[in-house]
């Protein structure tokens, strides 16, 4: 017997909060689908306390496969806020829940490569992430906002132009803004042959690898406030 659509939904976000997907496949922005996923963030902040001050990581997959944080960033409060298959749209809509309730001293998001995929295009991907923007700036000013380049994949190298076009408009809109920052986490996993290092990418050629992480780390280490 075939499950509702909407029931099918609630079914993959529970499954999601217990075996921690990598992705989902929405097919256009319905945030609502998010909730449980969101809602499973409180439950768990009720059973561990974050942090306070914290550094709050949020997006999508690239995000939530993140699972070492804390041991790659040893000595800072970072906090894995990233629930697969999300869009910026979906990063606005629950800003209360996944920002504004921890108050945290900076921001990591990843988002935009589903966003494109998807079929959003760049100018809607860059109008989302200026919400996102805006809104931190004057609900928490204090708060800084680092944003980590979408980054190219073998399996959506097709849309690696428009990754760039986006990229290139989020690198510009953070250099006119003080406490908001661009890391260009993309760029590093090409190749001498201008394509994406095989090594840094899981079996479904989208997930990073261990060693993709590790090159992350490395990178963004020096953007994270002290």
Excluded at 8 to 36: E, F, I, N, V
Excluded at 126 to 139: H, S
Aim: aromatic share 12%; proline share 10%.
């Amino acid at each position: 017997m075939s499950l509702p659509v909407t029931l099918r939904w609630a079914l993959s976000c529970m499954l999601g909060l217990l075996s921690g997907p990598l992705h989902a496949q929405p097919t256009d922005t319905k945030p609502q689908q998010w909730a449980k996923a969101v809602a499973a963030f409180a439950r768990q902040d009720s059973l561990t306390p974050p942090p306070p001050n914290s550094i709050v990581f949020t997006g999508s997959s690239t995000i939530l496969a993140w699972r070492t944080l804390a041991t790659d960033f040893p000595g800072r409060p970072v906090l894995n806020r990233g629930f697969g298959g999300s869009q910026t749209p979906d990063v606005n809509f629950f800003f209360d829940q996944l920002i504004l309730k921890y108050r945290p001293r900076q921001v990591v998001l990843y988002e935009g490569d589903n966003d494109l995929v998807y079929g959003q295009t760049p100018d809607q991907v860059y109008a989302a992430f200026q919400e996102f923007a805006r809104r931190l700036r004057r609900e928490l000013p204090d708060t800084r906002l680092l944003f980590l380049a979408i980054k190219p994949s073998p399996s959506r190298w097709q849309k690696w132009p428009q990754m760039q076009e986006t990229n290139r408009r989020i690198r510009r809109y953070c250099a006119r803004h003080r406490r908001q920052q661009y890391v260009d986490v993309a760029t590093p996993l090409l190749g001498p042959n201008g394509k994406p290092r095989p090594e840094l990418f899981r079996a479904d050629s989208l997930h990073m690898t261990r060693p993709g992480y590790e090159l992350w780390t490395k990178i963004v280490e020096p953007y994270l406030v002290k």
